[in-house]
């Protein structure tokens, strides 16, 4: 089972406990099987891949959307979202 943290300073740990939330831009690393959670207070709009490949779901769940390299998703509603690796993957989280 994989663990949820809120995104922010993500480590590669399983912890059962959410890591804290940041409002800072810039890359994020993520083991294959991670899953974090995305909160509205985070900051965080945008969010683009760098490497790997993320599943995304948001909360009511509107559909699963599948993020390759160079793929974007704009954070709009439907709070919190969830992100899993599907394999190692970067990130790049952005709050404008």
Same mark, same amino acid.
């Given at each position: 089972m994989t663990s949820t943290a809120h995104i922010g300073t993500l480590d590669s740990s399983q912890s059962a406990s959410p890591e804290t939330l940041s409002s800072r831009s810039g890359i994020r690393t993520l083991a294959r099987d991670k899953v974090i959670r995305?909160? @509205?207070r985070s900051g965080i709009k945008r969010?683009?891949?760098k490497t790997g490949v993320v599943w995304l779901t948001s909360t009511p769940a509107k559909?699963?959307?599948?993020l390759r390299v160079g793929d974007?998703?704009?954070? @709009?509603?439907n709070w919190p979202y969830v992100i899993e690796a599907l394999e190692h993957s970067e990130l790049s989280c952005s709050c404008a």
């Amino acid at each position: 089972m994989t663990s949820t943290a809120h995104i922010g300073t993500l480590d590669s740990s399983q912890s059962a406990s959410p890591e804290t939330l940041s409002s800072r831009s810039g890359i994020r690393t993520l083991a294959r099987d991670k899953v974090i959670r995305l909160e @509205q207070r985070s900051g965080i709009k945008r969010i683009e891949i760098k490497t790997g490949v993320v599943w995304l779901t948001s909360t009511p769940a509107k559909g699963d959307i599948l993020l390759r390299v160079g793929d974007v998703f704009e954070c @709009q509603k439907n709070w919190p979202y969830v992100i899993e690796a599907l394999e190692h993957s970067e990130l790049s989280c952005s709050c404008a």
